[in-house]
């Protein structure tokens, strides 16, 4: 059973192969490289679909899925944390007896690693910028990690050859990761006691506001590879204003913010988004099209 129209709704970042493999699951398939920068663009790539796949750049509202008749399937190429965190109406496609799937730990390994290289860079001035007056070695820090999920446990992991003291502080504890010593902390006391702190939370999660960052204080590190922005913009505008104090942002998490922090000496942003290596592409296809698979099969047998 097929459908009888894919459309890629926007840049997936799904690898060659696995987009000419879209073609065993549709009669007609249309792809877009581009992010649509207005709804009706969106509504007009998905209005004829039977099946739409996306990016987490695009949102995929309820006033899009009620101009798409014919939809009966939404593919994320990206996560599905929770219906509130996502691109996609979800609720709302659930409710009209569409079929909503996400991907999971395709991009992890590469975040880690872009982390440890820019916080090793910054603690050593390798790109001119230093945090303190002399270089100081990972060893010496002690790091919190707020929203110890895939993301935040992959970098817990990738951390400890380095020796620096971890903690962390999430919604659950997790006993696995306190086995490892990584130490569980009550959010402000993870600022008041943590160097740097590293933020992995769900899309349109914002925890950190002017007390917060009164906890954190003076001479930190704060890094966001989130999606979006997870603190209020003044407090954080305000905190970079105190001696010592740095930020780190990939593209994605610098995307969230005015272009006039991209000015600021005590940002460090990237214009590229973390993760995005050769084998993350390939993951993040392998999963796209093993739940189109899923999906059409369980098609096939109720059918």
């Given at each position: 059973?097929?459908?009888?129209?894919?459309?890629?709704?926007?840049?997936?970042?799904?690898?060659?192969?696995?987009?000419?493999?879209?073609?065993?699951?549709?009669?007609?398939?249309?792809?877009?490289?581009?992010?649509?920068?207005?709804?009706?663009?969106?509504?007009?790539?998905?209005?004829?679909?039977?099946?739409?796949?996306?990016?987490?750049?695009?949102?995929?509202?309820?006033?899009?899925?009620d101009?798409?008749?014919?939809?009966?399937?939404?593919?994320?190429?990206?996560?599905?944390y929770?219906?509130?965190?996502?691109?996609?109406?979800?609720?709302?496609?659930?409710?009209?007896?569409?079929?909503?799937?996400?991907?999971f730990?395709?991009?992890?390994?590469?975040?880690?690693?872009?982390?440890?290289?820019?916080?090793?860079?910054?603690?050593?001035?390798?790109?001119?910028?230093?945090?303190?007056?002399?270089p100081?070695?990972?060893?010496?820090?002690?790091?919190?990690?707020?929203?110890?999920?895939?993301?935040?446990?992959?970098?817990?992991?990738?951390?400890?050859?380095?020796?620096?003291?971890?903690?962390?502080?999430?919604?659950?504890?997790?006993?696995?990761?306190?086995?490892?010593?990584?130490?569980?902390?009550?959010?402000?006391?993870?600022?008041?006691?943590?160097?740097?702190?590293?933020?992995?939370?769900?899309?349109?999660?914002?925890?950190?506001?002017?007390?917060?960052?009164?906890?954190?204080?003076?001479?930190?590190?704060?890094?966001?590879?989130?999606?979006?922005?997870?603190?209020?913009?003044?407090?954080?505008?305000?905190?970079?204003?105190?001696?010592?104090?740095?930020?780190?942002?990939?593209?994605?998490?610098?995307?969230?913010?005015?272009?006039?922090?991209?000015?600021?000496?005590?940002?460090?942003?990237?214009k590229?988004?973390a993760?995005?290596?050769?084998q993350t592409?390939?993951?993040?296809?392998?999963?796209?099209?093993?739940?189109i698979?899923?999906?059409?099969?369980?098609?096939?047998?109720?059918?």
């Amino acid at each position: 059973m097929k459908f009888k129209k894919l459309v890629c709704i926007d840049e997936t970042k799904m690898n060659e192969a696995s987009v000419k493999r879209l073609h065993d699951f549709a009669d007609e398939v249309e792809v877009f490289s581009d992010y649509p920068e207005d709804q009706q663009t969106i509504i007009d790539r998905a209005k004829n679909a039977e099946a739409i796949l996306v990016s987490w750049h695009t949102e995929i509202s309820a006033e899009v899925i009620d101009a798409a008749p014919n939809l009966r399937y939404i593919g994320m190429a990206c996560s599905l944390y929770d219906d509130g965190s996502a691109n996609v109406a979800v609720d709302h496609a659930r409710s009209n007896g569409i079929t909503v799937t996400g991907i999971f730990d395709y991009g992890d390994p590469g975040v880690g690693e872009f982390i440890i290289s820019e916080l090793i860079q910054l603690l050593n001035g390798y790109k001119g910028k230093t945090w303190k007056n002399e270089p100081v070695e990972l060893n010496s820090l002690k790091i919190g990690i707020i929203g110890l999920g895939v993301t935040g446990q992959l970098l817990a992991d990738y951390l400890q050859p380095f020796q620096p003291s971890i903690y962390y502080f999430s919604r659950t504890r997790k006993a696995d990761y306190e086995q490892k010593g990584v130490k569980f902390l009550e959010l402000e006391e993870l600022l008041k006691t943590c160097d740097v702190i590293s933020i992995h939370l769900p899309k349109h999660t914002e925890l950190l506001n002017s007390s917060q960052f009164e906890q954190l204080g003076r001479a930190k590190i704060l890094i966001n590879t989130s999606l979006g922005r997870p603190f209020e913009l003044d407090a954080f505008e305000n905190w970079l204003q105190n001696e010592g104090n740095f930020a780190i942002f990939d593209g994605d998490a610098m995307a969230s913010l005015p272009e006039k922090f991209s000015g600021y000496d005590q940002v460090i942003s990237n214009k590229v988004s973390a993760g995005w290596s050769l084998q993350t592409k390939n993951r993040l296809s392998e999963k796209v099209i093993e739940n189109i698979q899923e999906y059409i099969q369980q098609e096939s047998t109720e059918g």
